[in-house]
């Protein structure tokens, strides 16, 4: 009990620290942001690419379509390593109907400049522990939920967000 208790009050707090809210799995809350604990933000971030990489492929079913359905990624730049490599790894190794594209979003810019209508996954750092930077998530989520029509799911790595807030 008291395993669950401690990890339901870490979520609890780097869902307060990200500015978001919980999901359904912590008691008196409905919204769509989702938190997850693990050993380490590596293996979850893979396991995460490929739950999201079963669910593509689900949409695009069975069909025999010649051309595959697209679904581009975009990277913040001052990303750890963990929330890159998941994503380029898919971009090179997709399955047939699939084909994915990344482009890399650099945080001085606008991020409505890298978005399209095919855009399905933005992986961003909540904060950047080489230039002290902490990202504006809520703003940005706006962004892209308007420019994506809700389509993206938006992947934050909140691990270096600690040392830059207070928590």
Do not use: M
Not at 141 to 149: E, G, L
């Amino acid at each position: 009990v008291q395993g669950n208790l401690w990890k339901r009050l870490a979520r609890q707090t780097l869902l307060r620290i990200v500015g978001a809210k919980s999901n359904s799995s912590c008691p008196n809350d409905n919204d769509d942001h989702v938190c997850f604990l693990g050993n380490n933000a590596t293996s979850l971030l893979h396991t995460l690419s490929q739950k999201i990489l079963s669910q593509w492929i689900s949409e695009t079913g069975h069909t025999n379509n010649l051309e595959p359905k697209t679904y581009e990624i975009v990277i913040g730049r001052h990303n750890h390593d963990a929330n890159i490599q998941p994503w380029l790894t898919l971009a090179a190794n997709p399955p047939p109907n699939i084909h994915i594209t990344t482009k890399f979003w650099n945080p001085n810019t606008n991020i409505a400049e890298c978005l399209s209508s095919s855009t399905r996954l933005i992986a961003l750092p909540h904060a950047s522990n080489v230039l002290g930077t902490l990202y504006d998530i809520p703003q940005l989520c706006d962004t892209v939920a308007n420019i994506t029509h809700n389509q993206a799911i938006i992947v934050v790595d909140g691990v270096t967000a600690a040392p830059h807030r207070f928590v």
